[in-house]
């Protein structure tokens, strides 16, 4: 577990500067939604995006297992509802290709698993 020796910060953990770069994309391609989608999916497509990378950040600061996976866990569960929301906006057309969306998500979803495994002693 040499590789952990530079994580101090979640800032440092690879799975949340790569969620983070989700959220900015997600901020991004959400702007360019009709207008009357601000309320809705929008809205619940940044609230899921953000939601990812904050779960991450404060999982990182618990000392249990038990707390750190609970919120490793729900940052898991947002992705999972953005996948959705891609889904959505892909059917609706307001994206025109979610391939990058859906492989960011993918790689994500994987190095939160891995995390979990890590820190529940599993590889």
């Given at each position: 577990?040499?590789?952990?020796?530079?994580?101090?910060?979640?800032?440092?953990?690879?799975?949340?500067q790569k969620a983070h770069s989700l959220v900015i994309d997600i901020y991004k391609i959400t702007k360019e939604?009709?207008?009357?989608?601000?309320?809705?999916l929008?809205?619940?497509?940044?609230?899921?995006?953000?939601?990812?990378p904050a779960n991450i950040t404060e999982g990182f600061r618990k000392h249990g297992i038990k707390d750190k996976t609970k919120f490793y866990n729900?940052?898991?569960?947002?992705?999972?509802?953005?996948?959705?929301?891609?889904?959505l906006s892909k059917d609706l057309e307001y994206i025109l290709n979610n391939v990058s969306f859906?492989?960011?998500?993918?790689?994500i979803a994987r190095m939160l698993s891995g995390l979990i495994q890590s820190?529940?002693?599993?590889?």
């Open positions: 577990m040499s590789s952990n020796n530079n994580i101090n910060t979640f800032k440092d953990l690879q799975v949340w939604y009709p207008k009357e989608e601000k309320y809705g929008v809205s619940q497509m940044r609230r899921a995006a953000v939601s990812v729900i940052a898991q569960a947002s992705l999972d509802e953005l996948s959705y929301y891609i889904i859906v492989d960011q998500i993918e790689e820190i529940n002693g599993r590889k």
